[in-house]
């Protein structure tokens, strides 16, 4: 069977999505999921030949994660028995598509192949979700209140992983031309590995590379366009070789991520100098997690992660190994001397390195185990 996942935020900008591959691909059949509250799932499936299926499903822990793993899964075994061939899944708003993909690899008896993963998103809206302090609960996104992510979390993840954006319109009245635009450039920019299209039937089959959307998503990793555009927005990337001052940097953080719609990077810091520590910073929020030792501190006989495991060696220093800082930077106006001084402000000293890392204190408890 064939696959396409689309996820969005907005259901009415999914179903019209999803509406418009099944008119790009009469023999699909269509499954959309919604979770409503108190963890009522609804389940449609409909297709050209007329046959429809509505069916509600109560969980007994109403999450988003439940919905995939409890309800998608045995719809898809079931659609696979009856034989169909092509299916496009809705996914309820703000439930990404890289956990429905994964559920589904490892919960259908057999494999099946996903032609694409798409993000359907309204342009002119970006920027504001992007910004906008509120949790997906908060701004009525999902019914789940235990769900803390923003709405640019969301986003900016789906815009990682999935391989295709499609360009939408959320409210009644035509979006502003220019503020379109503008988010389209910034669509580009933040995913520069992602066909852009107008209209669901631009989709493009055998696009999505589960492998290569999982490296994109790993905490501490950078990807960046490969040439620049014009658009008023720039990606600033700088590289340090020697660990980071943690109160130095501590303080400059809030400069660092001034103006940033996403930051990231993974950070060698003198305080936990055998952690990896990755950064992400979307919109306003901005935050510091230990991904474990950088492959230079693992043990001999332990297996690296694939996903980090390219990165390091791109990255492998003669003396150092992997360990290092590199900070990409996202948004407009981007100064790359202001952000390399910055950075380079942090990095220790030679009387510092000479003194070794001992009696630095760690502002952020980088050394806890990872999550």
């Given at each position: 069977m064939h696959l396409t996942v689309i996820s969005s935020l907005d259901a009415l900008c999914r179903q019209q999505a999803?509406?418009?591959?099944?008119?790009a691909n009469p023999g699909a059949v269509v499954v959309l999921h919604d979770l409503l509250?108190?963890?009522?799932v609804i389940r449609r499936i409909s297709s050209q030949s007329g046959f429809v299926e509505r069916a509600e499903t109560q969980l007994e822990h109403g999450c988003l994660s439940c919905t995939v793993r409890l309800d998608l899964v045995p719809?898809?075994?079931?659609?696979?028995?009856?034989?169909?061939?092509?299916?496009?899944?809705?996914?309820?708003?703000a439930v990404s598509a890289e956990a429905a993909i994964g559920a589904l690899r490892r919960g259908l008896s057999r494999p099946v192949t996903i032609d694409s993963a798409v993000l359907v998103c309204a342009p002119d809206t970006l920027e504001d979700h992007i910004w906008d302090h509120h949790t997906l609960?908060?701004?009525?996104f999902t019914p789940?209140?235990?769900?803390?992510?923003?709405?640019?979390?969301?986003?900016?993840?789906?815009?990682?992983?999935?391989?295709?954006?499609?360009?939408?319109?959320?409210?009644l009245f035509p979006a502003d031309p220019a503020l379109r635009v503008r988010g389209v450039q910034l669509v580009r920019e933040l995913a520069p590995h992602a066909d852009v299209v107008e209209n669901a039937g631009l989709i493009r089959p055998g696009r999505h590379d589960y492998q290569d959307a999982l490296s994109r998503t790993v905490p501490g990793s950078v990807r960046i366009p490969?040439?620049?555009?014009?658009?008023?927005?720039?990606?600033?990337?700088?590289?340090?070789?020697?660990?980071?001052?943690?109160?130095r940097f501590r303080h400059a953080l809030a400069s660092l991520a001034e103006?940033?719609?996403?930051?990231?990077?993974?950070?060698?810091?003198?305080?936990?100098?055998?952690?990896?520590?990755?950064?992400?910073?979307i919109g306003p929020?901005?935050?510091?997690?230990?991904?474990?030792?950088?492959?230079?501190?693992?043990?001999?006989?332990?297996?690296?992660?694939?996903?980090?495991?390219?990165?390091?060696?791109?990255?492998?220093?003669?003396?150092?190994?992997?360990?290092?800082?590199?900070?990409?930077?996202?948004?407009?106006?981007?100064?790359?001397?202001e952000i390399a001084q910055l950075l380079s402000a942090c990095e220790l000293t030679d009387a510092e390195m000479e003194a070794g890392f001992a009696g630095l204190t760690d502002p952020f408890r980088l050394d806890a185990a990872p999550n």
């Amino acid at each position: 069977m064939h696959l396409t996942v689309i996820s969005s935020l907005d259901a009415l900008c999914r179903q019209q999505a999803c509406q418009d591959a099944a008119a790009a691909n009469p023999g699909a059949v269509v499954v959309l999921h919604d979770l409503l509250e108190n963890g009522v799932v609804i389940r449609r499936i409909s297709s050209q030949s007329g046959f429809v299926e509505r069916a509600e499903t109560q969980l007994e822990h109403g999450c988003l994660s439940c919905t995939v793993r409890l309800d998608l899964v045995p719809t898809i075994e079931r659609l696979l028995e009856r034989g169909e061939t092509q299916a496009i899944i809705g996914l309820p708003p703000a439930v990404s598509a890289e956990a429905a993909i994964g559920a589904l690899r490892r919960g259908l008896s057999r494999p099946v192949t996903i032609d694409s993963a798409v993000l359907v998103c309204a342009p002119d809206t970006l920027e504001d979700h992007i910004w906008d302090h509120h949790t997906l609960f908060e701004s009525g996104f999902t019914p789940v209140p235990e769900d803390q992510r923003t709405a640019g979390e969301f986003l900016i993840g789906e815009l990682s992983f999935n391989d295709t954006v499609l360009l939408a319109e959320v409210d009644l009245f035509p979006a502003d031309p220019a503020l379109r635009v503008r988010g389209v450039q910034l669509v580009r920019e933040l995913a520069p590995h992602a066909d852009v299209v107008e209209n669901a039937g631009l989709i493009r089959p055998g696009r999505h590379d589960y492998q290569d959307a999982l490296s994109r998503t790993v905490p501490g990793s950078v990807r960046i366009p490969a040439s620049s555009s014009i658009s008023p927005f720039t990606t600033v990337t700088h590289r340090a070789q020697r660990p980071l001052h943690p109160e130095r940097f501590r303080h400059a953080l809030a400069s660092l991520a001034e103006g940033c719609c996403w930051l990231r990077g993974r950070l060698w810091i003198a305080a936990a100098p055998q952690c990896r520590i990755a950064i992400q910073g979307i919109g306003p929020r901005v935050w510091l997690e230990n991904t474990g030792p950088w492959l230079a501190d693992q043990d001999a006989g332990a297996a690296p992660d694939p996903l980090t495991h390219v990165d390091a060696h791109l990255d492998w220093h003669p003396e150092h190994g992997d360990r290092g800082s590199v900070l990409a930077a996202t948004g407009e106006g981007m100064d790359p001397a202001e952000i390399a001084q910055l950075l380079s402000a942090c990095e220790l000293t030679d009387a510092e390195m000479e003194a070794g890392f001992a009696g630095l204190t760690d502002p952020f408890r980088l050394d806890a185990a990872p999550n």
